[in-house]
């Protein structure tokens, strides 16, 4: 997915760690997110939790859109077209609906519920995204994961992966990255990362064993979610830091609650993200955003009918740098 905003903002992102020691109760803080519109005259609004001024990353996890239960027939659904990305991987997840996907290795694929569809964009990647005509509710979230310094030039990418449901006294995981509940997802990242669903049923409880070295952000779908001993409400996203060993997940309500599940070890470079570019310094943004306006870094998207999106204009004030908070 793109990020459309006409106006991006310029955010130079470090990691910081926070550390607690394994067994304590964590402490949890709730993030709340901004409403962003997606384009288009019936603009579809995504709900962002990351970036933002009191989180920028969890883990290499650095953009979270969440949207839906949206009917297509009032919002127009999703329709982004070939748009530019670098330095990052994209992980589209479905909860309802289906997205056509093209991109500029010549993947033509479709996004489906409980269907995890990373792309890395490396030194550069095009793609588009697009509700299919038989979806009516479009619901699900779209992430990014930043590349470490090593690989962030690394080739392009695209893979797919269905993993298979995790049940757990009712509840139901299905981890796409990384290992919990004894599932290990076998789709490639460049950091340690964890992102599973997970879904309990009314008034349940679950406690997951976590890896204390990774820092966790829950992001609540539908339901009322008490983690440790906070409720996060939905849409919003409860983080944990380093330290935490287990995490406990209650349903506070009396219908099946969604969550999803990120977490990483926190990511110690320090990053610049504006658009759909992620770089290391404001001269790279400006390169790359060159690139997609004039060159052929990128790539050309075939079978999309419409134009690419063109670059919004760069900022004119300085870039100021945006910690992580201690």
């Known amino acids: 997915m793109s990020n459309v905003e006409t106006k991006p903002t310029e955010l130079r992102c470090g990691g910081a760690v926070d550390g607690r020691q394994p067994g304590e109760t964590p402490r949890v803080d709730v993030l709340t997110p901004r409403e962003v519109p997606l384009g ?175 820092e966790h952000g829950l992001l609540v779908d539908r339901g009322e979610v008490r983690l440790a001993d906070t409720l996060v409400g939905p849409a919003q996203l409860g983080y944990v830091a380093p330290g935490a060993d287990a995490l406990t997940v209650a349903n506070e309500s009396d219908d099946i609650a969604r969550t999803v599940l990120l977490g990483g070890t926190p990511f110690e470079e320090e990053i610049v993200m504006w658009w759909n570019f992620i770089c290391r310094s404001h001269e790279e943004v400006v390169r790359a955003r060159d690139d997609w306006m004039s060159g052929d870094r990128f790539g050309s998207v075939k079978g999309y009918d419409g134009d690419p999106l063109p670059a919004p204009e760069l900022p004119t004030v300085p870039l100021k740098p945006r910690r992580q908070p201690s």
């Not at 991109?103 to 793609?127: F, K, Q, W, Y």
């Open 40 to 214: 288009g005259p019936r603009a579809m609004n995504v709900r962002r939790t990351l970036p933002q001024r009191a989180r920028t990353l969890i883990g290499a996890w650095c953009f979270a859109d969440h949207y839906g239960p949206d009917d297509v027939s009032t919002t127009g659904g999703m329709d982004v077209a070939p748009h530019p990305h670098t330095g990052l991987q994209t992980v589209s997840w479905l909860f309802t609906g289906e997205i056509e996907h093209r991109d500029s290795m010549g993947n033509h694929a479709s996004v489906r519920p409980g269907e995890l569809n990373l792309m890395t964009g490396g030194h550069g990647i095009a793609h588009s995204e697009v509700s299919t005509p038989r979806t009516t509710i479009l619901h699900g979230v779209q992430l990014w994961v930043a590349l470490p310094e090593e690989h962030r030039d690394t080739e392009r990418d695209f893979q797919h992966y269905a993993p298979e449901p995790t049940l757990i006294d009712g509840s139901e995981i299905r981890v796409f990255l990384g290992s919990l509940a004894g599932r290990v997802s076998p789709v490639r990242t460049f950091t340690p990362l964890l992102g599973a669903e997970v879904v309990l049923p009314p008034r349940a409880t679950l406690t997951l064993a976590v890896d204390p070295a990774f």
